[in-house]
């Protein structure tokens, strides 16, 4: 009985152990409920400690784009607002190998920019002409909790989740809290 025991836990153990790779490059779409509401990401994720079966431990850098437009004409008024906000931090991040998937979490720090830029005011009624550009940049911590798959051992489909706070730099324009859906491949180096 414990020679099947035995078998199976070291069966499972290399078979859950993929050769972690040295760098993993990956892209997202990502979804969020503020303004603008959807955009894309880049990561690039470096492994360490990789002797450690099981346990997967890395440190990540990522950066995220979001973008819209939006104009409104009525009554021969136009206004039109351009939308950018661009974030980019660094994390650490820790996972378990469980067959094919591994789920993971992280913490880390990082920067967001707001750009609001108004322009094309026509016919606009008096006390609404002063309307400025506005840019705000803040710091953020964050937390994410996810999972990959590995079908193909060098490509690898996630997704994530990722909370991030601001409440470090108190923003005025952004919103103090975020939190988002990222869908993603990543490619292993």
């Known amino acids: 009985m414990y020679n099947k025991v035995g078998f199976f836990i070291l069966t499972l153990l290399f078979f859950s152990t993929p ?8 892209v997202s779409y990502e979804l969020r409920e ?7 990401g880049v990561r690039l994720e470096k492994g360490f400690l990789n002797q450690i079966p099981i ?12 973008n819209e437009n ?9 206004y039109s607002e351009r939308l950018t906000n661009y974030d980019f931090g ?14 993971y979490i992280g913490l880390g720090l990082g920067s967001t920019t707001l750009d609001i830029e ?5 016919n606009v009624p008096q006390g609404f002409e002063d309307e400025s550009n506005a840019n705000e940049s803040n710091i953020y911590f964050n937390g994410f909790i996810g999972s990959k798959v590995s079908i193909i051992p060098i490509l690898k489909p ?3 989740y990722r909370y991030s706070n601001s409440s470090l730099s108190e923003p005025e324009v952004a919103e103090l809290t975020s939190g988002r859906i990222i869908f993603g491949v990543s490619l292993s180096f």
Not at 19 to 26: H, T, V, W
Not at 90 to 103: H, R, Y
């Open 19 to 26: 050769a972690y790779s040295q760098l993993e490059l990956g």
């Open 34 to 40: 503020e303004e603008p509401k959807s955009g894309f």
């Open 55 to 66: 346990i997967n431990l890395g440190m990540r850098a990522h950066f995220s784009f979001f």
């Open 70 to 78: 939006n104009s409104v004409s009525e009554n021969g008024v136009s």
């Open 90 to 103: 660094a994390g650490i991040i820790a996972g378990i190998s469980v067959g094919l998937i591994e789920p």
């Open 118 to 122: 108004r322009n094309e005011f026509v």
């Open 158 to 160: 996630f997704v994530e």
